[in-house]
């Protein structure tokens, strides 16, 4: 059973910094790209960044470019996204996502983060 677990969210003041961390367990992780999303209230959800099995590509929404960086411990099973330079905009519930062996996608249940003007 796949199970990916967010934690780290919490209310910051517009410039600061959050690390939030997704545990994974029922995958095999070193062989499986990761990704943050985010969705704010009534919006819907989109892509924050990716990052294959081995760390070595990367991917981020333009919105967080040079603010969030991705990366991943494959022996903790953990991936990390490190948000720095935060804005109102970033507030939202961000999710862990990942993909089974039959490529059916896997979801957590998300972390709150609120970001204070």
């Known amino acids: 059973q796949v199970q990916l677990v967010e934690s780290g969210g919490g209310l910051v003041q517009h410039g600061g910094s959050l690390r939030l961390s997704c545990a994974a367990s029922g995958i095999i992780f070193s062989i499986n790209t990761m990704g943050w999303y985010r969705q704010a209230p009534g919006e819907q959800r989109e892509l924050v960044a990716t990052?294959?099995?081995?760390?070595?590509?990367?991917n981020y929404a333009d919105s967080v470019k040079g603010r969030f960086t991705i990366s991943r411990d494959n022996a903790k099973n953990t991936v990390y996204l490190q948000m720095n330079s935060l804005k109102p905009e970033d507030t939202a519930v961000y999710y862990c996502?990942?993909?089974?062996?039959?490529?059916?996608?896997?979801w957590g249940k998300g972390t709150l983060v609120t970001v204070s003007s």
């Open positions: 990052i294959t099995p081995r760390g070595a590509s990367t």
């Open positions: 996502k990942t993909h089974d062996i039959t490529g059916r996608d896997h």
